[in-house]
């Protein structure tokens, strides 16, 4: 339950909460909580990361409304208890770069065919360094 | 219903030059509250109202379920309050000030008042008057802090602390609300320390509220939209934008009630929308103040 490694950029112009989000999803994502595993209390957190209370609020309304954790009166929150929920987040982390990918590509003006090939060649220079 | 640590209803003072004019404000239990307002706009004077050392002329204020000023002795034990101009006996030790107060108030805790010593880096044996001044202001709060009132109250609490303190007085302010039954007011035109800490946000100038709300559901609301207008066409100023800057082909329309369908109706008025953005509390101050200073003047 440790929040220890969480951090919020003042210089990251997305609102607090969603940094909350992205933070929580990004563990989900890498396997550090598990299914079903706890997240600390609103308050706990909201202590922790020196925020306010209303803000972990709304990152955890979000985050369940997203299916990534369920909130029970009284109980707490945890991690949705839904196989296979780590690789849907980093799924839907690849579709947001892609699209970004897109939409810089249609400002350039460039073709399909040309973001392809460039992808392409992108993954070539990535496996390269990796062998050295 | 929620509890209310804190309810002024109507309430006005007049002076010669400055009038305070029907503030409602609310603090519940449990929440940190921010003021903000520029110099000279009320914050003050209402936090000295509602401590009951400024009587309001007309109007009710409620603290902890005490009616100010009348019932302001029984509503002091379980209030904190610290300011700017609080004096501390300069040719005292923090020693001295802390057995002092903790004569005074049954519950001071000795434990955490040593633990925030530590924390602030304050010499329990050197007079007051060789502290820096972020050292007084510790002091003070440090004061404060160990009755673990129920309410704290507190006048910039940040102004003037170089980084490094007012990131210590951030972070005990917050843990104090690891209690649900506490609450804190605080005023500040420190924008930032506003907007990481607190739950509600309240704004005030020239003597009246102009704003209050949840901190979440104001960020959420208000919006710069970047827009490339086609030559010869002027934007409409519609419902939720309260102020659109034009020149030449570019504009940027401030939205105060943002829905994404503002987006399209500017687009099908033959605009093209580059960016939709944040705007930080502090822009948003400053946005509020100047337009709803424009509204009283029209």
Known sequence: MSSDAFMISQSDKRPIYLQIMEQIKRRVAVGDWPESHPLPSIRQLAVDLQVSVITVKRAYLELEREGVIVTQQGKGSRVAPNPGLGMRLQQQELQKHLEQAIRLSAVLGLQHEELEDRLREVSDNVAAKEQQ | ?298
């Open chain 2, 1 to 298: 219903m929620t509890d209310l640590a804190i309810k002024l209803d109507g309430v006005g003072k007049s002076y010669r030059y400055f009038t305070l004019d029907n503030i409602h404000l609310e603090v519940p239990a449990g929440q940190i509250v921010g003021l903000i307002g520029p110099n000279g706009a009320g914050k003050s004077t209402t936090i000295r109202i509602l401590l009951g050392l400024v009587h309001q002329d007309r109007g009710d204020v409620r603290v902890l379920g005490h009616r100010m000023p009348a019932e302001q002795i029984a509503a002091k034990w379980d209030i904190g309050f610290a300011s700017e101009d609080m004096r501390l006996y300069e040719g005292m030790t923090l020693d001295w000030h802390m057995g002092f107060i903790r004569s005074i108030y049954p519950k001071w805790d000795a434990a955490y008042a040593q633990l925030l010593q530590k924390r602030f880096g304050l010499r329990g044996d050197q007079p007051i008057k060789g502290f820096s001044h972020g050292q007084r202001v510790k002091a003070t709060l440090l004061l404060v802090l160990a009755r673990k009132p129920r309410l704290l109250v507190l006048d910039e609490p940040t102004t003037g602390l170089d980084p490094v303190a007012r990131h210590e007085v951030l972070r005990e302010l917050t843990a104090v609300m690891n209690d649900e039954g506490r609450s804190i007011l605080f005023s500040s035109h420190n924008t930032q320390d506003v907007e990481q800490i607190s739950d509600q946000i309240t704004f005030i100038d020239r003597g009246r509220i102009i704003d209050s709300m949840d901190k979440e559901t104001y960020l959420d609301r208000w919006r710069r939209l970047r827009l490339e207008v086609p030559s010869g066409v002027e934007l409409p100023l519609l419902p939720g934008i309260i102020r659109i800057q034009q020149n030449g082909r570019l504009a940027i329309a401030t939205a105060n009630a943002f829905v994404p369908e503002l987006a399209n109706a500017y687009e099908n008025t033959g605009a093209r929308v580059h960016s939709v953005e944040n705007m930080t509390l502090e822009e948003i101050f400053v946005a509020n103040v100047e337009h709803s200073r424009e509204e009283v003047e029209v």
